[in-house]
C-alpha cells in the first residue's frame, strides 16, 4: 500500500517528549526545548544495521525555527552550497543518529515533511509547459507525494547487493548511497571540474556505489573499472535495477495544462523557493 506525505507524519509522542528505547530496552523520555515530529522512513529502517537508531524506521525531527530560517537564508552558506546539509543537521535531534548514514530517499522524507510542517504542503512553482514550452506557474500539493513501491525482501541490514553486469557478465556488489555519499560525490564532482575542466557525474557516482567488482574490494581497482571496462549499456542496467530497489518518494506530480488539458506525470522541480517560500 502506498503512504504519502501526508501519512509519514506522526503525531509527536508529547511535543518536546518524544519515547526512544534506551541499551536496556526500557522506554525513557527526553525533553527537548523546541517541538518535535516523529515520521516514518521510506526505507522502513530495513537497510539500517540493527544497532543503528535508524532501524526502527522512523525519525524525530525538531520542526523548523527562526534558527533554522537563519540557515535557509545565509548567503555564506548558500554560496558554499551547503545551507541544505547544515539544515538537515539542526533538524535531525534523533539521539545516536549520524546525518550523513542516512540513506538519500531517508533524507528526502526528512527535508519535504519539514518543509510542509514549516510552510505547509502548497508549492508555487513555474515550469515549462510540455505541451507547449510556454512557462507557467503551478501549485504542487506536497502531502500528496508518494512512497516509492519496492521489493523489501530485496533489502538488508549490510545496505550491499549482487548484480551481475548483463552484458559483460561481470559480478559486482553495490550500496545505496548515504547523505555522506552523496557530499563526497559532490567534492568528487567539484575537484575534477578545477583540475581537468569537465564534469565526472557519473564515474564520480559509480565509484562510491560499487564496492566489490568480480570478488575485488580495492577500491583502485573499482576506479579503474569504472573508467575503462564498464560498458555503457552494463551502467544503464546498473543504474535501473539501484532506482528499482532503492526506497525513496516518488517525486513527481501529476501536470494538468490550462491550454490542452493535458496531463503528463512531472519531476517537482526543486528550486529556491521551495524552502523559502515568498510571501
Do not use: W
Not at 18 to 29: A, D
Not at 52 to 74: C, N, R, V
Amino acid at each position: 500500500m502506498e503512504q504519502t506525505t501526508e501519512e509519514v507524519k506522526k503525531v509527536t509522542r508529547g511535543i518536546q517528549q518524544p519515547q526512544y528505547q534506551s541499551e536496556n530496552n526500557q522506554p525513557q523520555q527526553i525533553s527537548y526545548p523546541f517541538p518535535t515530529e516523529v515520521i516514518s522512513l521510506p526505507s522502513k529502517g530495513l537497510c539500517y544495521p540493527e544497532s543503528s537508531p535508524l532501524s526502527k524506521g522512523e525519525i524525530t525531527i525538531k520542526l523548523m525555527t527562526a534558527k533554522e530560517e537563519d540557515i535557509l537564508t545565509s548567503t555564506t552558506l548558500i554560496r558554499k552550497g551547503i545551507q541544505l546539509d547544515k539544515l538537515l543537521e539542526s533538524i535531525v535531534v534523533e539521539p545516536g543518529v549520524n546525518i550523513n548514514d542516512l540513506l538519500i530517499g531517508d533524507k528526502n522524507a526528512i527535508l519535504i515533511t519539514s518543509r510542509i510542517l514549516a510552510f505547509g504542503p502548497e508549492y508555487h512553482v513555474n515550469i515549462n509547459d510540455p505541451f507547449d514550452d510556454e512557462e507557467v506557474e503551478t501549485v504542487i500539493d506536497l502531502s500528496t507525494i508518494k512512497i516509492k513501491e519496492v521489493d523489501e525482501e530485496k533489502l538488508n541490514r549490510q545496505n550491499e547487493y549482487s548484480f551481475p553486469l548483463p552484458i559483460s557478465k561481470t559480478p559486482i556488489k553495490f550500496k545505496l548511497l548515504t547523505h555522506g555519499d552523496e557530499t563526497a560525490i559532490n567534492k568528487d564532482i567539484e575537484a575534477s571540474q578545477k583540475t581537468m575542466k569537465q564534469g565526472n557525474e557519473i564515474t564520480a557516482r559509480y565509484r562510491r556505489i560499487i564496492t566489490e567488482v568480480d570478488g575485488v574490494r580495492d577500491f583502485g581497482t573499482i576506479s579503474n573499472f569504472v573508467a575503462n571496462r564498464l560498458l555503457a549499456g552494463d551502467s544503464k542496467a546498473l543504474r535501473k535495477y539501484i532506482a528499482s530497489i532503492s526506497p525513496d518518494l516518488d517525486l513527481t506530480f501529476d501536470y494538468t495544462s490550462p491550454v490542452t488539458g493535458e496531463t503528463e506525470a512531472l519531476k517537482i522541480p526543486f528550486g529556491i523557493n521551495f524552502f523559502y517560500p515568498a510571501d
